[in-house]
C-alpha cells in the first residue's frame, strides 16, 4: 500500500492483529512473517517479538482498546481454547473464550473497518457424511465444536468484511510451547517408544505452512470475500497411515508404530471418525496449493534442512 501526499510515495505495510500469535498456527505466522506489519498476541506463552502483547479475549474492554490503540486492517483470529479434552472438561469456560472472546474481536474489527479472518474446523460436522461442503449443515459431537460453530455465525452476522477458515488437523514445526502431530511422532520415533496410532480415524492432513500461505493470500485479498472455505490437504488419510509416511520420509523405523481403534480412547464419544471436506471452493478462490501428504513430508524435511525451525528460538 502507498501512503503520503507530499509527492513521495511511501511504503506502508498492512497492520495485521493476530491473535494467537504463541500457538502452532500463530507461532508459523510470526516466523514465516515479512510481507505485514504484525501485531501477535499471547495469553500464558510470552513472545519476544517487538509488537506482541499479552491479550486476554474474555475481556472486552482490553479487546475493544487494544484494537482501538493498533488500528489494524486485518485481524486473524487462531486463538482461543483449542483442546477438545478441556472444552468438554469446562463448557463455560469454553463458551467465555471461544464464544464471547469471538464477539469481542468481531465487534472490536468492524469497529476500526478491519477484515476478520476466523480460523474455524472440520469438527463442527459430525462425521456421518461422505464430504462436506460449506453449505453442509453443521452439526458438533463436541462443546469444542459447538462454540466453533457459534463463533462462525458471530463473525458471519458481524463483520463486512470476513473469511472464516475450516480447516484440519495440521503438521509441521513448531516451538517449545507446542508440538505437532508429526513433531510427537518422530519424538517417539527416535526413542523408540511404542506409538498407538489409529487406523479408523480419517482426516486430510494439512502442512501447516500451506495454511500459512493461504492466511496470508486471504490477508492480501483486494476485496471482501465474506465466505466460509475449507482449507485441508487432498486426500484422506488415517493417523497410523500417516505417521508411517513420516517414518519413511525421515528414514526412521517403523516398528515402533502400532495400530490402534479410535473407540480405545475416550475422546471418540465426541469426535468423528471420519471426516472429508470438500476443498472445491478454496481450490477455485486461492492460488495457494495445498500439498498432500508425500510432498508436504518431503516440504518438512527441507524446511529443517533450511533451518526453519531455528527462527522459533529466537522469538519464543
Ligand atoms: N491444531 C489443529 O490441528 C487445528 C485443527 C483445526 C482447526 N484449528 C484451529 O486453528 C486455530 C489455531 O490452532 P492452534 O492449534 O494453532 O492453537 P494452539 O496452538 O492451541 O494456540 C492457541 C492460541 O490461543 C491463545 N489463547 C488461548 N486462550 C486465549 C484467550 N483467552 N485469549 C487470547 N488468546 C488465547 C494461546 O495463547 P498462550 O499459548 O500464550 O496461552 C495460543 O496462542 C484455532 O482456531 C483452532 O481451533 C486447529
Not at 480415524?201 to 492466511?215: E, P
Request: proline share 4%; charged share 25%.
Amino acid at each position: 500500500m502507498y501512503a503520503g501526499g507530499t509527492g513521495k510515495a511511501i511504503i506502508t505495510m498492512k497492520r495485521v492483529l493476530l491473535v494467537g500469535g504463541s500457538g502452532m498456527l500463530g507461532s508459523n505466522i510470526v516466523v514465516s512473517n515479512s510481507a505485514f506489519e504484525l501485531y501477535p498476541t499471547y495469553l500464558r506463552n510470552r513472545i519476544a517479538h517487538p509488537r506482541a502483547s499479552q491479550l486476554d479475549i474474555s475481556d472486552r474492554d482490553g479487546v475493544l482498546k487494544r484494537v482501538e490503540a493498533i488500528k489494524p486492517e486485518v485481524i486473524v483470529h487462531a486463538g482461543g481454547m483449542t483442546k477438545p479434552i478441556a472444552c468438554e472438561k469446562e463448557p463455560a469456560v469454553a463458551h467465555r473464550v471461544n464464544v464471547e472472546g469471538t464477539a469481542h474481536l468481531v465487534e472490536a474489527a468492524r469497529g476500526v473497518g478491519a477484515r476478520f479472518i476466523f480460523l474455524s474446523t472440520d469438527i463442527v460436522f459430525d462425521g456421518s457424511a461422505e464430504r462436506y461442503d460449506e453449505d453442509s449443515p453443521t452439526h458438533p459431537l463436541s462443546v469444542y465444536g459447538q462454540t466453533k460453530v457459534e463463533g462462525e455465525e458471530l463473525v458471519r452476522a458481524g463483520s463486512n468484511d470476513f473469511v472464516t477458515v475450516r480447516t484440519t488437523v495440521m503438521y509441521g514445526w513448531s516451538s517449545r510451547y507446542t508440538e505437532s502431530m508429526a513433531e510427537w511422532v518422530l519424538r517417539g520415533l527416535r526413542a523408540r517408544r511404542e506409538l498407538n496410532m489409529y487406523h479408523d480415524q480419517y482426516r486430510q492432513f494439512i502442512l501447516i505452512n500451506d495454511l500459512v500461505a493461504a492466511i496470508f493470500e486471504l490477508i492480501e485479498m483486494e476485496d471482501p470475500l465474506n465466505e466460509t472455505i475449507h482449507v485441508a490437504g487432498p486426500e484422506l488419510l488415517s493417523r497410523y497411515e500417516f505417521a508411517k509416511k513420516l517414518a519413511k520420509t525421515f528414514g526412521l523405523p517403523e516398528a515402533s508404530i502400532r495400530s490402534t481403534p479410535f473407540d480405545s480412547t475416550p475422546q471418540a464419544a465426541f469426535t468423528p471418525k471420519r471426516l472429508r471436506l470438500d476443498t472445491a471452493k478454496a481450490a477455485r478462490i486461492l492460488r495457494t496449493p495445498i500439498r498432500g501428504v508425500d510432498d508436504g513430508l518431503r516440504a518438512l524435511v527441507a524446511l529443517a534442512e533450511e533451518s526453519y525451525r531455528e527462527r522459533f528460538n529466537r522469538i519464543f
